[in-house]
Nanobody, 114 residues
Framework: QVQLVESGGGLVQPGGTLRLSCTVS??????VAWWRQAPGNVREQVAS????????LYGDSVKGRSTISRDNAKNTVFLQMNTMKPEDTAVYYCNAFTISSNYWGQGTQVTVSS
């Protein structure tokens, strides 16, 4: 059974730093993407990383202030976002994917507010 467990969401002050984790079990050789969805908006891909970390992509809205990384020994992918803005408020989802399958975490709420 494939499981994705996200952690690290919550309340962040404007200008602060967010660090999310996604621990994956039940699959191997998978890429991971972080997505987010704010109320009334479509789901937006924030960042992605390939199975060995050789290919990394960022969405335009977070480029330059975000870092996605992975520790394959711990089956965990991290997303760090700096200089958080109120418009970063959303539910953040972890997505693990292979050539043939797609899996989603339950989502974690991130609220940027003072």
């Amino acid at each position: 059974q494939v499981q994705l467990v996200e952690s690290g969401g919550g309340l962040v002050q404007p200008g602060g730093t967010l660090r999310l984790s996604c621990t994956v079990s039940g699959i191997s050789n998978y890429g991971v993407a972080w997505w987010r969805q704010a109320p009334g908006n479509v789901r937006e891909q924030v960042a992605s990383i390939s199975s060995k970390g050789g290919t990394i992509l960022y969405g335009d809205s977070v480029k330059g202030r975000s870092t996605i990384s992975r520790d394959n020994a711990k089956n965990t992918v991290f997303l760090q976002m700096n200089t958080m803005k109120p418009e970063d408020t959303a539910v953040y989802y972890c997505n693990a994917f292979t050539i043939s399958s797609n899996y989603w975490g339950q989502g974690t709420q991130v609220t940027v507010s003072s």
